[in-house]
Nanobody, 124 residues
Framework: VQLQASGGGTVQAGGSLKLSCVAS??????MGWFRQAPGKEREFVAA????????YYGGSVKGRFTISRDNAKNTVYLQMNGLKPEDTAVYYC????????????????????WGQGTQVTVSS
């Protein structure tokens, strides 16, 4: 099973980027994104629970980022608008085989599958 993330790059503050994550070989109950900035702990960004289409967002991105999915392509997207320099990080696609309960959605240990990461850099 592979999670292939793409779409990272460099953008000016206030700009937008859209990340994509394609899952090969199987479907998942929940897919999402974490990020890690230099010198900081990994942070939950967003998740999509496929069964009921429930979306979850980390506090620092709520209202600016939107997670979506394309079932036919087994792909989840992260539309990032209003980017800030503090959004600079490596973004990791994650997946869980089942539907994740709300209390666990932001925990790293919830997700058994991790992609390789894609760099997002926001310049001021």
């Amino acid at each position: 099973v592979q999670l292939q993330a793409s779409g990272g790059g460099t953008v000016q503050a206030g700009g937008s980027l859209k990340l994509s994550c394609v899952a090969s070989d199987r479907t998942f109950g929940t897919m999402g994104w974490f990020r890690q900035a230099p010198g900081k702990e990994r942070e939950f960004v967003a998740a999509w629970r496929f069964g009921d289409r429930k979306q979850y967002y980390g506090g620092s991105v709520k209202g600016r980022f939107t997670i979506s999915r394309d079932n036919a392509k087994n792909t989840v997207y992260l539309q990032m608008n209003g980017l800030k320099p503090e959004d600079t990080a490596v973004y990791y696609c994650v997946a869980s085989t089942g539907g994740v309960i709300s209390s666990s959605v932001a925990l790293e240990r919830t997700y058994s599958y991790w992609g390789q990461g894609t760099q997002v850099t926001v310049s001021s």
